[in-house]
């Protein structure tokens, strides 16, 4: 997990993405193998102008016969890749719901202990080696989710459920980015997929079905208090504390979060301060309003309660 994580096509970590990465290499590849003979083939016919050229020749070969056996070629080679793609369809695949707003990401899992929903948002995790099917939706307007590293892209369109299909080889963080743009903060509507062993997110998903935990210290007691003086609840969920509203994303384990803003900060306590303290300064548009009227010591005491929400 060094570094920003990769948002590539050329790096595929993804059984999709490979097959992308192959059409992009071997389409640009011939693209530009025709370009350049033809480029040779005008710059030879300009300084050899005296000479008679057969014309019927180069029309039926040059324009009928070598395009219809490079595009067959082509178009052969690109099908029977295409067939080894990863079957799309929920059928035996792990499901995930994901929703795009504006302009974050909801996650659902179900619990596979208990057939509850888990919300989180703005990052899946995934077990690598596993087919996952994503079911795709949108509460607003249409976004596009686009994890480059896994595979291709795929609408979200509100009132209809799209799905992706998709398979990680390789643990680790892959950056996504929503690929429609849906308004002013289109640009900083980002998310993460982490690619865990299979254990190691199962691990995960157990503990994320827990309800948040009670903080022990004093500070981050005091900032619990504090969500719910400020009614941080009126939008966000923390599941044992207040499960009202779903308008923002749930909160219940924020802390283990990678980033905070829909890809927008690192996920950290000062980062959590400064967001709540003026969102609309950080991301301009977004729904969240900013904490007015919120004393230093309390904010401090909020960030700190966020954290703990591992
Ligand atoms: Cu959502 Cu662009």
Known sequence: MNGEPLQS?????GADAEVVKQ???????????IFTAVLVLLALSLRRHDRPLRPVLWIAGGGVALPVLLLTALLGWSTWRSAQLVPQGSGKAMTISVTGKMWWWEVHYRDPASGREIATANEIRIPVGRTVY?????????HSLWVPALAGKRDMIPGRVTGLTLRADKPGVYRGQCAEYCGTQHAHMALHVVALAPAEFDAWLAHQARPASVPAAELPARGRAVFLEQRCQACHTIRGVAESSRLGPDLTHVGSRLQIG???????????AGWIADPQALKPGVFMPAASGLDGESLRALAAYLEHLQ
């Open 9 to 13: 096509v050329l790096h595929p970590a």
């Open 23 to 33: 059409f992009a290499w071997v389409l640009f590849g011939a693209g530009a193998l």
């Open 134 to 142: 994503l079911g795709l939706n949108a509460a607003d307007v249409i």
């Open 262 to 272: 829909a890809g927008l900060l690192r996920n950290h306590r000062g980062a959590l």
